[in-house]
């Protein structure tokens, strides 16, 4: 059981909105660690899509937008186009465990 | 842009020492911004950090503490590389490994191409 915790999966139609939320705890996303996120296709290591919360890298497009509050974040993608089905994953780090931490993943599905 | 190149055999026997070599293009291992790090996918555990070694003056090491008794990460500053090593090792262990590379609070912006290791006799 990851210490990360995501839905398992959301779908959405082209051209719609869908947000993937990450739940942590005091002693991770709400003990003020930074939460970034990836993007993993079938086979390929994951990619970096935000970084430090709300930070997009060079070439992510923005469509893809972070949040933070409290002990959650959250990952929303506007404009959803078939390409973005894929698996994503928050990750943070825990000062209980003194490591990095990643959720469980979540499967976005392109109806 | 950093490019990470993975290189190891993909059968461990249980029991045995699991070694893999990470080398890197487009930065030093040496760097005091970069960090180094570990990381392994399988079905049952999902994606799991296992370690990561830096310079800051000296070299740390930090790892997870679910392999903390097993696991060595050490740079090689003169092929400019970094290798992890996890010993006795069991089938729970077969994973595919990445090696990664970033910096504190920017998460991880370099993937290896990933191994694929199996421990089995």
């Known amino acids: 059981q990851s210490v990360l915790t995501q839905p398992p999966s959301v779908s959405g139609a082209p051209g719609q909105r869908v947000t993937i939320s990450c739940t942590g705890s005091?002693?991770?996303?709400?003990?003020?660690?930074?939460v970034h996120w990836y993007q993993q296709l079938p086979g390929i290591a994951p990619k970096l899509l935000i970084y430090?919360?709300?930070n997009r890298p060079s070439g992510v497009p923005d469509r893809f937008s972070g949040s933070k509050s409290g002990t959650s974040a959250s990952l929303a993608i506007t404009g959803l186009q078939a390409e973005d089905e894929a698996d994503y994953y928050c990750?943070?780090?825990?000062?209980?465990?003194?490591?990095?931490?990643f959720g469980g993943g979540t499967t976005l599905t392109v109806l | 842009q950093v490019q990470l190149q993975q290189s190891g055999p993909g059968l461990v026997k249980p029991s045995q020492t699991l070694s893999l070599t990470c080398a890197i293009s487009?930065?030093?291992?040496?760097?005091?911004?970069?960090?180094w790090n570990w990381i392994r996918q399988s079905p049952s555990r999902g994606l799991e950090w296992l370690g990561r070694?830096?310079?800051?003056?000296?070299?740390?090491?930090?790892?997870a503490l679910s392999v903390k008794s097993r696991i060595t990460i050490n740079p090689d500053t003169s092929k400019n590389q970094f290798s992890l090593q996890l010993s006795s090792v069991t089938p729970e262990d077969t994973a595919v490994y990445y090696c990664?590379?970033?910096?504190f609070g920017s998460g991880w912006g370099s993937w290896g191409q990933g191994t694929l290791v199996t421990v089995s006799s």
């Open positions: 990664a590379s970033g910096h």
């Open positions: 990750q943070s780090y825990d000062s209980s465990l003194s490591g990095g931490i």
């Open positions: 070694t830096y310079y800051r003056s000296k070299w740390y090491n930090e790892y």
């Open positions: 005091n002693s991770n996303i709400g003990a003020g660690h930074d």
């Open positions: 487009g930065d030093s291992v040496s760097s005091n911004s970069g960090t």
């Open positions: 430090g919360n709300n």
